[in-house]
């Protein structure tokens, strides 16, 4: 069975778009958004939406700090946040903490990180919804838009599919980091992913 190409369906969808189509999208950090952003600039009204409740407190707040300030460099977009609850993260993941990276505890915070979007996205009357996950080559591109085509079923906002990695799309973000000196993370920033790391270091 041949894999989706999701970056193919990507670039289908913004060839139908109006230009005038406004676009959600979940962020988790600069580096990530910076290859993205760049990507779809051209083709969409953006605004940023930060919201991640997996990350603790003093990541959360220099992610969110770098994001505003690359926002504020390229005026590429613009920025929302919404309410950041941990517990919410917490009650999503509950017996999963010790699942290893990749495995299930990160399926469920997709799903909860995704599931604000298209809300916000389907209130605010965004035309389209999407991650920046997608980036990174630790990430399962197939199951976070398997997540976000589910989520956009009775909705008018709808899912833009994506595999951002593809065309060089992680190298480039490093690319950019460089550029703009932003400052690159090692760790999803979601506490069991550390703790994890920590005890099998």
Not at 87 to 111: H, I, T
Not at 125 to 148: E, R, V
């Amino acid at each position: 069975m041949n894999a989706i190409n999701y970056d193919k369906l990507m670039t289908e969808q913004i060839k139908s778009a109006d230009k005038n189509s406004r676009l959600l999208l979940h962020c988790c950090c600069a580096p990530c958004s910076s290859a993205c952003l760049e990507r779809l600039k051209d083709y969409f009204k953006i605004t940023v939406l930060f919201y991640n409740p997996n990350i603790e407190d003093a990541e959360y707040a220099r992610r969110k700090s770098e994001l505003e300030r690359f926002i504020a460099l390229t005026g590429c977009a613009d920025i929302t946040e919404c309410d950041r609850d941990t517990a919410e993260f917490d009650r999503a993941v509950k017996g999963l903490e010790d699942q290893p990276e990749g495995g299930r505890r990160c399926a469920e915070c997709f799903k909860l990180r995704l599931s604000k979007t298209a809300e916000i996205a389907e209130r605010g009357n965004y035309d389209f919804f999407a991650t920046t996950l997608t980036i990174s080559p630790l990430k399962n591109a197939a199951l976070i838009n398997g997540i976000g085509e589910k989520l956009q079923e009775g909705r008018r906002a709808k899912w833009l599919y994506s595999d951002f990695k593809k065309r060089d799309g992680y190298l480039q973000s490093i690319r950019l980091s460089e550029k703009y000196g932003l400052y690159r993370q090692d760790f999803c920033g979601c506490r069991y992913s550390l703790r994890n790391d920590l005890k099998n270091s």
